[in-house]
Structures are given as C-alpha cells and as structure tokens.
C-alpha cells in the first residue's frame, strides 16, 4: 500500500533530483518492480514519485502499463502520479538555489483552493488512481517547519479529498504528526499514511470514519532504511529520533483499538524486496499472525478498491480472483517472517518464480551461515 519503485534513499538522492532524469528512474523503478514480485507482491500502490518535471507520469503510470503489456515483470501499480504538496513542503524538495528545480500544480506543487483542485484534476489526467498529499512534514525532507506543523489549511485538505472523490478516486494523506493527522481525517481521507502520532481522539476518528492506517513500521523502527541512520545528516537524525518512540506507540494503540491496517512499507526509504519485514513490527506490536497476513491480502485489497484495480479482484484465492499465489518454506501463522522467505510467486495465473526443494535448502543454508 506504500512504496515509491522509483526511489533509492541514499546519500544522492537530493542529488539525484536535477541529475538522473526520467529515464534513469524508470530503469530503477523498473529494476525494483521485478525485485518487488519475486519477493511476493503482486500488486503494490506506488504512492508519489520524487522527479524534477511533470514528466513523472512516465514512471509508474507509463511502468503501469509495460507491466501490463509483458514489456517487464512486476505487480500490478496502482499509480499516484505526483503527490500533492504545498510550496516549500514535504514534497517540494527544498535546499536548491532559486530557479533549479521550480515546479508547479501538473508537478504536484499547489497552494490555494482553485490551484489545488487543478493539481488533483491533472494527477487524474494523466493516469494517477489514488491522490496522495503531503498533510504534514516529514522526517526525510529539509522543509521549513518541524513535522508536526500542518501543511496544508484544512479547507485545502478538504477540496483535495473532495475532488478526487467526486470521480471515485481514493485518498492519501502522509499525516506523521498532530495535528495535521487530526486535519487530514477530518477532511476526508481514505487511508492515512505513517500517523506517527496518533491521539486517542484520532483513533475513535478513524474507527468512525473506517480510515485505513498505512504504518510504515519498517521506517519508524529505523533500522531498516536504505542507508544507516546514523550516517544521516543531524536535522533528519533528529527528527526520526523525535518521531520513533510515539510511532511505535500510536501503532500499538491503533492495533488494540482495532483501527482498519492495511501493510505499506515504504519501500523507496527502507529496502526493496524487503516489504514483508513490515509484517513482523504489526505482530511484534500485538498484531495477531493471521490478521498481519490480511494486512497484506484482503485489507489491503480493500483499501485499494475496485476501481483502482481497473476492476481486477485480488487479496483472496477464490474463483473470479486473480490467482495470485505465493508459498513460502514456512508457515507464517507460527512465525511471521516465514514470508520473508518466498520461494513461489504466481501473478495472475503465471509462474514468475519457482524454486526447487534443493534450492531451499539452499537458501537455508546461506541463511544460516549469515546468521553464525
């Protein structure tokens, strides 16, 4: 429900914004769909791509459809296009001289209520079936502000919401702090991602509302990023040192409450073809093992929706479905991270990875040796 195929977080990626261009993204984005299914997921929501120009669509819209096309191997995408911030924001990456890397509404980039409406109308255009915005800043940006400062008016987050869902199209909001998480909900969203700090208040909100939680344990630990967070600079250090005691918390009360998951593992940040590892922070913070495995299954289908899917049925074996079937060398009801080891993934009746009893053995064995 969360990754960015197209983003490598490393000590470049700044960088990368104004050097790599389209094309190298795409051959990335690509690279990390296939690294994506083979390790189990057949189908992923690609949520905001970070690119210099409008031309983004060409990454997980255009990545879309050569999946669909047989042109590459990789899950099902249901795009975003750009993610929807405010100047200066989350998503507007900041620290550039003036004039490098300016962007505006078709990139994502909108203040005010007739430029953000015009923002979401040409996320749609051009492909995107789910919007995402930027309701709160973030650990991994430079943007002015602290995370816990509301980037957006909440009329702004309304007409947001309120324009994707006058054409079916779902919302997401990247809320990681109080109180654009209160803001974000209350406008309308479909699925709130991270909500690193949750209040009681919020809670019953989203009950209320059946708001999905996106957690992105995997990122709040810290340990699982593309790069040590030690090697990261001090203002970002700072901030996710400042976020990870009440993200771990405000998942454990949303997993007693009973508050609707679906698993994102914000892949891009932390590592590709690593998703499932999320799976075991929900159980480690008092998930059950079967409803982690639904998590990423018949919830997350859920959240998704028909119409994101273009009308395809997954998250369940059943006729009608898409089969869509992975197996893995052992039974995850006992131990969550037997998903971290998949051995046969099928995507939509097509075998794209089948190994053999020795090649498990195998696979065990090199397991072990890492582990001594």
């Known amino acids: 429900m969360h990754v960015h195929l197209s983003l490598e977080l490393d000590d470049a990626m700044k960088m990368n914004m104004v050097t790599s261009g389209v094309a190298i993204s795409a051959l990335k984005a690509a690279n990390n769909a296939k690294i994506t299914l083979l390790s189990g997921y057949t189908t992923v929501r690609n949520i905001g791509v970070y690119l210099p120009t409008s031309d983004a669509f060409s990454v997980d819209v255009a990545l879309n459809k050569a999946i669909k096309q047989d042109l590459v191997p990789g899950p099902r995408i249901v795009p975003a296009g750009h993610f929807i911030s405010s100047t200066g924001g989350h998503g507007d990456i900041t620290g550039f001289a003036p004039s490098v890397r300016e962007l505006d509404y078709r990139s994502g980039i909108a203040d005010g209520v007739e ?8 996320q749609i255009k051009y492909g995107a079936k789910v919007i995402k915005f930027m309701a709160t800043g973030g650990v991994i940006s430079e943007e002015g502000g602290v995370p816990q400062s509301p980037q957006f008016s909440a009329e702004e987050m309304k007409v947001i919401c309120d324009t994707a869902h006058r054409v079916g199209i779902k919302c997401a909001a990247h809320a990681e702090t109080e109180p654009g998480v209160h803001l974000a909900i209350r406008a309308g969203v479909d699925t709130l991602e991270h909500g690193f700090q949750l209040t009681r208040e919020d809670i019953h909100l989203m009950l209320e509302k059946q708001v999905y939680l996106i957690p992105t344990a995997l990122t ?87 119409y994101a899917l273009d009308g395809a049925k997954v998250g369940q074996i059943k006729p009608s479905y898409e089969a869509d079937i992975i197996a893995v060398s052992g039974n995850p009801l006992r131990d969550i991270k037997a998903l971290q080891e998949t051995v046969f993934v099928m995507k939509a009746g097509r075998i794209y990875k089948n190994l053999t009893a020795v090649d498990v053995k195998h696979l065990k064995g090199e397991q072990n040796n890492e582990t001594e």
């Open 220 to 306: 709040a630990s810290l340990s699982e990023l593309y790069i040590p967070f030690n090697q990261m600079p001090d203002n970002i250090r700072d901030k996710g040192l400042l976020q990870q005691a009440s993200a771990i918390e405000s998942l454990k009360k949303a997993i007693k409450a009973g508050v609707k998951i679906a698993s994102g593992s914000d892949a891009g940040i932390s590592q590709h073809g690593k998703n499932a590892k999320e799976l075991y922070y929900y159980v480690k913070y008092g998930m059950s093992t079967l409803t982690a495995i639904q998590s990423a299954t018949i919830h997350a289908a859920d959240a998704l929706g028909d």
């Open 115 to 122: 430029e953000l409406q015009k923002a979401v109308r040409y």
